[in-house]
T-cell receptor, first 110, second 110 residues
């Protein structure tokens, strides 16, 4: 079993939709959780970072962490065509390296 | 936008050739990383460095080597390229838990 699993997608939604992207993990020692966005032919860029259970909001983006279920989510409200990208979840323990999920490809159709 | 650069962006080369992928960052970060990324797959860490003259192999076995003679420079070398090395190579540097990625080098070995 992989340490981090992510909904494979691809996901295609109409502009304005609410998008939910999800990851599950097996290592209960993970304490830090991140979401990266990767546009085509670019490197990933950090979108959200959180280290506690609960919700963290930044504009149209909300990161949700449920440590008891080993489940994290990224919600995108009022999705825009510019949100079309691959979204990678990532996580780490307090002392180890970052582990990335395989990514979910999202297309927002105008 | 992160100041981390990779050259070349695209490289097509024949089997057996020696290649060096360049990575430079101007942020003064001590920690730098090389990842391999294949379509639909998670990023695999192949090398990392926590400072000058410090290099370690990552989780994914790789026939490449790296050096870190200057803080800002972290080149990756393949002594004899093979078709199995065809992939995207991403360089990153970090401060705290935030990693900043370069645009990547897409390598094709014929």
């Amino acid at each position: 079993q992989k340490e981090v699993e992510q909904d494979p997608g691809p996901l295609s939604v109409p502009e304005g939709a609410i998008v939910s992207l999800n990851c599950t993990y097996s290592n209960s020692a993970f304490q830090y959780f991140m979401w990266y966005r990767q546009y085509s032919r670019k490197g990933p860029e950090l979108l959200m970072y959180t280290y506690s259970s609960g919700n963290k909001e930044d504009g149209r983006f909300t990161a949700q962490v449920d440590k008891s279920s080993k489940y994290i989510s990224l919600f995108i409200r009022d999705s825009q065509p510019s949100d079309s990208a691959t979204y990678l979840c990532a996580m780490k323990t307090s002392y180890d390296k970052v582990i990335f999920g395989p990514g979910t490809s999202l297309s927002v159709i105008p | 936008e992160a100041d981390i650069y990779q050259t070349p962006r695209y490289l097509v080369i024949g089997t057996g050739k020696k290649i060096t992928l360049e990575c430079s960052q101007t942020m003064g970060h001590d920690k730098m990383y090389w990842y391999q990324q294949d379509p639909g797959m998670e990023l695999h860490l192949i090398h990392y460095s926590y400072g000058v003259n410090s290099t370690e192999k990552g989780d994914l076995s790789s026939e490449s080597t790296v050096s870190r003679i200057r803080t800002e420079h972290f080149p990756l070398t393949l002594e004899s390229a093979r078709p199995s090395h065809t992939s995207q190579y991403l360089c990153a540097s970090s401060v705290g838990d935030t990693q900043y990625f370069g645009p990547g080098t897409r390598l094709t070995v014929l």
